[in-house]
């Protein structure tokens, strides 16, 4: 007979808030993906592990792109014309593909940052007001 341990109330709401977390987390990466990315290579040419390091390092560990996820992404911006890529010799190996912002890339990442840029300094505002 197979006997089963009752879930403690506080087991339980730790259980509630890590699965909120993780789906939190899951759904910001996915909806800031684009943005993060782009902003990143508006600095300048960049290479995917580049950018997965930088994102990695600038959320503190927080965002780990998936690299699969992160390549697919570069793919469709490029195939829109929104990046170009070029390959370059790399000291490690195979050629490295730089990705830079084309001018629609620029005017494009202008666009979307007047919807994102307000709204992470409000909710920035916001949350320390308190």
Request: hydrophobic content about 35%; cysteine-free.
């Amino acid at each position: 007979m197979k006997t089963t341990r009752k879930e403690s109330k506080k087991d339980k709401e730790e259980r509630i808030i890590a699965k909120h977390i993780e789906q939190l987390l899951f759904d910001i990466k996915r909806g800031f993906l684009q943005f993060i990315v782009l902003s990143l290579i508006n600095r300048g040419p960049t290479y995917a592990y580049e950018i997965k390091s930088e994102v990695f390092k600038i959320t503190g560990g927080t965002f780990d792109i998936d690299r699969n996820n992160l390549y697919k992404k570069l793919r469709v911006l490029e195939r829109e014309g929104i990046l170009v890529s070029t390959e370059e010799p790399s000291e490690q190996g195979a050629n490295r593909k730089y990705y830079a912002l084309t001018p629609f890339g620029k005017k494009f990442l202008k666009e979307i940052s007047k919807l994102m840029v307000p709204v992470i300094n409000s909710f920035y505002e916001n949350i320390h007001k308190n």
